[in-house]
């Protein structure tokens, strides 16, 4: 590329004044006019099943591991444990109400809840004492080792109990069963017939208050009877529970279950994934996809840069004449060029969220393929604290825009020409390309781009560029972007994919919305897949 000092015929200062944010938009429109239009091209936000999917589908590998680790992790686990026989002893537990039956009374109140008896004889069923009692016949074992053997689970809606042992030895298990099921039976019975022998030593007390000759009588005869009736009683007592079923020695063991405990792993694995996948979503502040990008911003996307060998590596271009991403600068500049009807852009600040996300080759090759279409471009180089242009272009020293900014916004004998290299196919000459580099660091950069000067540099470069393109610091770095985002015609946020984070985002939008800046759309940098990198539209060569 050839590079040749350029010198512009300095104009006066623009007649018409400046229409504030207030009157004028970026495009001479209404500012309640630019409102709704930002309004209505506001992208809407996604429901929560929809972020789902999406941390699903881009963390798919923590899935896929939680799915196969868990289940694995789960059956190797199951398969260590020691083996466990269950063995399970079946009762069945009714109250027969001896007394009505055989004496037409009841002497005890029954109770005809059904479910209050289902959950007093469970209850019943755990006690201490019957593990106790079972422990006096089933030593060494202890009382709290038979509690911890024992469940008790009730069999659907009928008035069967099961009583299941398990243990490690399935012979054990099943003695343990039949022994604890027998002792129940036993303490019910005695329970039973401790309450009849109480109200049988009521009732002898009551006779023995009675003279001789009322124990003969009518009343002492009553009181013989239900002596009588109680003994009887006494002896039938069962403890309402009978063993139905004897617990036999199980061949299979109840646990482990590996099969079982690895689709459980698979369940409990793929609940995990799915959460860690998007908790890592919700804490990940990258802006990965382009959605992401336009729901964050709220703002169109211009064009897509495909990831390219092009832009990195250590010979790598930084003005693009051919391929697709030539095409994509192309596809850039035309929308820039017809983005209104009514009024084209003349001046457009090319910034960026964050440092690193390739402004200054996106704004490069903007003023390129504009240069290349035949437009008259002068590209203005506004980073005064690191600026890159001159480095890269290989440009000769010049006193650039610090210098025309001390001499009060004249342009003057800064500009380079750059000869921009020829396009393939083309006729063989490149367009010439005006750069008005940064020139000597000043002390005061953000003093000097907020400064008359500089609104009076701009307006003329306006009237003597068809297009004029500034090349900006971040804007999440220092301020000194904001006054040239009020001044010129238009804004292009330029973002990398995987970089950009939601809270460089919002502070943008915060600055457009704050001082009514004009944004045009954004660059997408870094795009993975992008259309412009697997399609290219060519003239064929005429048939000779």
């Not at 201490?128 to 016949?137: I, M, N, Q, S």
């Not at 009877?225 to 299979?252: S, Y």
Request: include cysteine; aromatic fraction near 4%.
């Amino acid at each position: 590329m050839a590079v040749s000092s350029s010198v512009r015929p300095t104009l006066p200062p623009a007649t018409p004044p400046r229409l504030t944010p207030e009157d004028e938009d970026f495009l001479g429109r209404p500012a309640a006019a630019h409102e709704s239009a930002r309004t209505t091209a506001a992208v809407p936000r996604r429901n929560g099943f929809e972020l789902l999917v999406r941390a699903l589908r881009r963390r798919l590998w923590i899935l896929l591991l939680c799915v196969v680790v868990v289940p694995a992790a789960a059956f190797a686990w199951s398969s260590t444990r020691p083996k466990e026989y269950t063995a399970t002893a079946n009762l069945l537990l009714r109250d027969l109400d001896l007394a009505q039956k055989l004496f037409g009374s009841s002497s005890f109140a029954p109770t005809n809840d059904p479910q209050t008896v289902r959950n007093t004889n469970l209850r019943l069923v755990t006690l201490e004492a019957v593990a106790a009692r079972a422990a006096r016949k089933l030593r060494p074992l202890t009382t709290a080792e038979i509690q911890g053997m024992i469940s008790v689970a009730p069999d659907g809606q009928s008035d069967l109990i099961g009583v299941s042992a398990t243990g490690p030895d399935a012979k054990q298990s099943a003695r343990v069963a039949n022994t604890f099921a027998g002792e129940y039976i036993t303490f019910r019975r005695s329970a039973d017939r401790g309450q009849v022998e109480s109200a049988i030593v009521l009732v002898r007390q009551n006779l023995a208050r009675l003279t001789p000759g009322e124990r003969t009588g009518p009343a002492g005869q009553q009181l013989v009877k239900q002596i009588q009736q109680l003994n009887v009683l006494a002896a039938l007592q069962t403890g309402n529970a009978e063993l139905v079923q004897l617990a036999g020695a199980p061949t299979v063991p109840s646990a482990p279950t590996p099969k079982r405990d690895a689709i459980v792993g698979l369940m409990a694995g793929l609940l995990l994934g799915m959460a860690l996948a998007f908790l890592l979503e919700r804490l990940d502040q990258r802006l990965k996809e382009a959605e992401d990008v336009e729901e964050a911003f709220g703002l169109p996307i211009l064009t897509e840069l495909p990831e390219s060998r092009t832009f990195s590596g250590r010979k790598r271009s930084f003005v693009i004449s051919d391929g697709p991403e030539a095409e994509a600068f192309a596809l850039l500049r035309g929308s820039l060029r017809y983005f209104n009807v009514e009024r084209e852009i003349h001046s457009v600040v090319v910034t960026s969220p964050a440092p690193q996300d390739g402004k200054t080759t996106v704004a490069l090759n903007l003023a390129a393929a504009a240069a290349r279409a035949g437009e008259d471009v002068l590209l203005i180089e506004a980073d005064l604290r690191r600026p890159q242009l001159a480095h890269r272009l290989e440009l000769p020293p010049s006193s650039g825009l610090s210098g025309a900014l001390t001499r009060g916004g004249e342009i003057g004998e800064g500009l380079i020409g750059l000869e921009l290299p020829a396009v393939a196919g083309g006729d063989g000459r490149g367009a010439v390309l005006e750069i008005l580099p940064a020139g000597p660091l000043p002390p005061n950069p953000a003093q000097l781009l907020e400064s008359a000067a500089m609104e009076n540099l701009l307006e003329q470069a306006e009237r003597l560029w068809d297009l004029v393109v500034i090349d900006t610091p971040p804007t999440s770095s220092v301020s000194d972007t904001l006054p040239l985002m009020r001044w010129a015609s238009g804004v292009i946020l330029v973002c990398r994919l995987g970089r950009t984070r939601r809270g460089a985002a919002a502070l943008v939008r915060r600055q457009f919305d704050s001082m009514s800046a004009g944004p045009l759309g954004i660059v997408l940098n870094g795009a993975k897949g992008s259309s412009m990198a697997h399609y290219e539209y060519r003239s064929e060569a005429p048939a000779k």
